[in-house]
């Protein structure tokens, strides 16, 4: 029996015109030129091939017998819509498309091997794309594309539609700028600024953010394949799925869309005008911030204004009520009211900062004999507020309240005074005033004699 089997011929060139003009391949019975036809190559007879008709006459030679194993070989090198793109290639491209996914020209590039990725993204969108008989290829092998002007990065920028530049040049239709040229909505810029954009990771010339809604979309479709083989239930399982992917994917651009129109996009000016506005109308304006994108910007600054002024008027008939209930019954009266009112708060409120800060402060003015013990209550009271309290023993606490003394300033005169002691092995009076020189002598001279005799700090006589 004749084995037959069918291969592709490829001469070795860089290009379709290359190969037709290099490698020859003659039959070797009738000598004709078939490099560019469909032939017969043998499997038995090393470099032995026919053509179409010498094979099918069965020809035979001292070497070669028409019952030697064969092979078809198709002549894959012909141009189909370029003249620089054979049907190999063509093959290539779209199982490297395939394989790697659609924008990943580097790995697709490396595929076809024998262009570039720019080529490679050029040729599919021009022949495949962009064309009037799309999904299908304009098949017109009559007039082959003349592609001989070299493809760089500038042919494969698109336009909002996603058909390439160069093309509608190409054609005379007029080109859009991009949303990464040209913002749309109110605010538009005509240039994209590199620096808008950066604290809310927007990038103005790619035109998306780094992270993007439901950043982890893709992994839903990521490893799915549909194959010929699966059972309705599964074919209906992985549609849902795609119908999903499509919702996020919908839903993801609606909420760009909303950030690069409502400019949101530009943070510090954002920001800037939200300082602009007090709390109370802050708080109204995020309060309904997720009803804005059910309405257009000037219609959601018109309701804010509106609601504003309705919380302003409410709150004015409340103060106009509680006036009435206190028998003022003019306008002036309770103005006069109100400001007494805010003097009055505001002279507590100075009082209480002000007593807050004699209270903080370390080197307090010795009271008189006649107000020593009120003081001393007072800050008694007082004491259990301040930080490190709950550090201290009972005693302790105490012996702040005597010094008038902070109890956190009291855990560092005490930390820096036994650590001194356990170093030296005892401490002295005169010592420990060098070490708290900002403290007074007398609160040292207490302090000293209060670690000494709790055994926290060892007296020269002690250690001797």
């Known amino acids: 029996m004749v084995s037959v089997k069918q291969e592709s011929y490829s001469g070795g060139g860089s290009s379709a015109e290359d190969r037709l003009k290099g490698a020859q391949c003659d039959c070797d019975y009738c000598k004709k ?13 090393p470099k032995f091939n026919l053509c179409v008709d010498c094979f099918y006459v069965g020809v035979e030679t001292t070497q070669h017998k028409n019952n030697h194993p064969y092979r078809v070989m198709d002549d894959m090198s012909a141009p189909l819509y370029t003249t620089k793109w054979g049907a190999d290639e063509e093959l290539l491209l779209l199982e490297g498309i395939e394989t790697f996914g659609l924008g990943n ?16 993204e050029y040729h599919y969108w021009s022949v495949y794309v962009d064309v009037d008989t799309f999904p299908l290829p304009q098949n017109n092998l009559t007039t082959l594309i003349n592609d001989s002007k070299p493809i760089t990065d500038r042919d494969v920028k698109k336009t909002d539609d996603g058909m390439l530049v160069t093309i509608k ?41 780094d992270v993007e809604y439901d950043n982890d979309a893709e992994v839903l479709i990521g490893e799915m394949e549909i194959s010929e083989n699966d059972t309705p239930q599964e074919r209906q399982y992985k549609l849902d799925i795609l119908r999903l992917y499509d919702y996020k994917l919908a839903e993801r651009e609606k909420r760009k869309k909303f950030a690069i129109e409502r400019n949101i996009i530009d943070w510090k000016k954002t920001q ?94 010795s009271p008189s004999l006649e107000n020593k013990n009120n003081n001393s209550n007072a800050f008694a009271q007082q004491e259990n ?56 002598q007398n609160k040292v001279s207490k302090l000293y004699d209060y670690f000494v005799v709790c055994g926290w700090v060892t007296s020269p006589h002690q250690s001797g």
């Open 33 to 45: 030129d078939i490099s560019s036809q469909v032939h017969i190559k043998c499997a038995h007879c």
């Open 105 to 120: 020209w580097v790995d697709v590039a490396e595929h076809v091997g024998t262009k570039n990725k720019f080529e490679c």
């Open 169 to 209: 040049k190409n054609l005379g239709i007029k080109t859009s700028m991009s949303c990464t040229q040209n913002y749309e909505g109110p605010n538009k810029i005509k240039q994209p600024n590199p620096k808008i954009g950066l604290e809310v990771g927007f990038v103005p010339y790619r035109g998306d953010f």
């Open 272 to 365: 800037t005008n939200e300082k602009k506005k007090n709390k109370e109308e802050r708080d109204i304006v995020n309060k309904y911030r997720p009803f804005a994108r059910f309405v257009s910007q000037e219609d959601f600054d018109d309701l804010m204004v509106h609601v504003i002024k309705e919380k302003q008027l409410r709150q004015r008939i409340e103060q106009l009520q509680a006036w009435r209930t206190r028998g003022i019954s003019t306008i002036e009266g309770g103005e006069l009211h109100e400001k007494k009112n805010n003097g009055t708060a505001a002279v507590n409120k100075h009082r209480s900062r002000s007593s807050v800060k004699k209270e903080d402060f370390v080197n307090l003015v």
């Open 385 to 440: 507020m301040f930080i490190g309290a709950e550090l201290l023993s009972s005693k302790e606490r105490e012996f702040c309240v005597e010094l008038r003394m902070l109890p956190n300033q009291y855990i560092l005169c005490k930390d820096a005074l036994t650590r001194e002691s356990f170093r030296q092995g005892f401490l002295s009076k005169s010592t420990a005033m060098s070490l708290l020189s900002d403290l007074e």
